[in-house]
């Protein structure tokens, strides 16, 4: 069975910074695109970051020069490294993947179950 697990998540200060990781685990042939989303408190949930296989990457207008994303595909792991972080980023961050199994030869997509990210003086 395939599964995402988050952590990394937080209370931190404004102007600080948390690295999140999201690490897929399972039977799986590849993870394709991969990417972070947030939910804040009776609001919807939206793309942060999203990655690509091969590295492309996209950004909410948001969280552009403050955020990176990344990939270690050895370890199926994505990051999301956010800095300079504002109290408008408290929400919950779900990683979200599209992936590969052996089981059903296809691509599936999977939601892991969040990680919550306070930013509160």
């Known amino acids: 069975q395939v599964q995402l697990m988050e952590s990394g998540g937080g209370l931190v200060q404004p102007g600080g910074s948390l690295r999140l990781s999201c690490a897929a685990s399972g039977r799986i042939v590849s993870i394709n695109t991969t990417g972070w989303y947030r939910q804040a408190p009776g609001k919807e949930r939206d793309l942060v970051a999203r990655?690509?296989?091969?590295?492309?990457?996209n950004y909410a207008d948001s969280v552009k020069g403050r955020f990176t994303i990344s990939r270690d595909n050895a370890k199926k792991t994505v990051y999301l490294q956010m800095n300079s972080l504002k109290p408008e980023d408290t929400a919950v961050y779900y990683c979200?993947?599209?992936?590969?199994?052996?089981?059903?030869?296809?691509?599936?997509?999977?939601w892991g179950h969040g990680t919550h990210v306070t930013v509160s003086s």
């Open positions: 990655i690509t296989s091969i590295g492309w990457t």
């Open positions: 979200n993947a599209d992936i590969l199994s052996p089981m059903t030869s296809r691509l599936d997509n999977y």
